[in-house]
């Protein structure tokens, strides 16, 4: 019976498998290599050499056989036995034993067994589907002008690194200036309006700028012909007093709105936070949500800056 099946089956999972009266075979572990000449790539390969000299029963091979034939021990080892002893008789002949995947074996002048590994075989494991490949170099390529070129460079980044940090150096503390400028300074606070972008006031404050402008300086033309003095032939010339101005005759407006809904929305919420709010209709039919009457500008000024967080767009328009 022909066991060469099972030694190769051992030969994968062990590094010596003994076929006794015989000899062992050795595996020996081999790294991955690159022939230079050729420019092949090797993967790991477990050679297998043979070793006349170790050919005691370790009970390896007998008992693998003896599980997969399922045969008692002493059966299996009369397999082993019987073909040693034909393995030997063809050797002495001068024939040539070969083991399939393994290697072959031939009695050299001397009389003593020679043998001859598969080059192709590759019993380790971790190489399991490699195969050896082929990539030849570049050509015209050579690795020390590449070297000399990445040399050459260097110095060209040093300087434009140094320009980037002067310009770093230079522009970052006039961006803090235009940053620091305006927060320091009252040159984007209004005195009567404020912009917003609440898309529910942001159509009535456009709407309502021209009417404002034009009520205060309406308001200032009659202030200047009552203060005129009255020229007449007879009568001499009298200073006219101005007329103080009426009480609340400023109002905060937060809000203004097309719909009635919305306005009484806002005047809910005024009312949340202690305001006793009033609905003012305007003269182009919106509604403004009046927050507090004030007697004078400086103090509805004063009042939009307190409140202006909470209701953005809150603006100061005067009682006609």
């Not at 019976?1 to 590094?15: K, N, S």
């Not at 076929?19 to 290599?33: C, E, K, L, Q």
């Not at 036995?81 to 009695?107: A, C, H, P, Q, Y």
């Not at 936070?273 to 004030?294: K, L």
Request: glycine share 6%.
């Amino acid at each position: 019976m022909d066991i060469t099946a099972f030694i190769r089956e051992l030969l994968f999972g062990h590094d010596c498998v003994i076929v006794p009266g015989f000899g062992g075979f050795i595996g020996n572990y081999s790294p991955a290599r690159i022939d230079k000449s050729t420019g092949t790539f090797y993967p790991p390969v477990k050679q297998i050499s043979f070793n006349r000299n170790l050919n005691h029963n370790d009970g390896l091979l007998i008992g693998r056989i003896s599980m997969s034939l399922k045969i008692n021990y002493g059966d299996a080892r009369n397999l082993v036995e019987e073909f040693v002893t034909g393995l030997r008789k063809k050797l002495e002949k001068g024939e040539k034993v070969v083991f399939d995947n393994i290697g072959s074996f031939i009695n050299n002048q001397e009389g003593n067994v020679q043998f001859e590994p598969d080059g192709n075989a590759n019993y380790h494991l971790d190489s399991y589907g490699l195969e050896p490949f082929q990539y030849l170099p570049l050509e015209g390529y050579d690795v020390r002008k590449r070297i000399i070129r990445h040399i050459e460079k260097d110095p060209v980044k040093q300087a434009s690194r140094r320009k980037a940090l002067w310009r770093a150096a230079v522009i970052i503390p006039l961006l803090s200036l235009l940053v620091v400028v305006p927060l320091k300074t009252d040159i984007f606070k209004a005195k009567v309006e404020t912009s917003t972008m609440n898309p529910l006031v942001t159509a009535e404050i456009e709407n309502n700028k021209k009417a404002v402008d034009e009520g205060n300086n309406t308001e200032s033309l009659r202030a200047e012909e009552k203060t005129k003095p009255i020229s007449d032939e007879t009568t001499p010339v009298e200073a006219v007093v101005p007329v103080a101005s009426e009480k609340n005759a400023y109002y905060v407006i937060t809000g203004s709105f097309r719909s009635k809904e919305n306005a009484f929305s806002q005047v809910n919420m005024l009312k949340e936070e202690g305001f006793t709010p009033e609905i003012v209709t305007a003269d182009n039919g919106f509604y403004r949500v009046c927050a507090m009457r004030c007697s004078d500008l400086n103090t509805a000024d004063i009042k939009k800056d307190s409140i202006v967080k909470k209701f953005p767009g809150t603006w100061v328009s005067r009682k006609k």
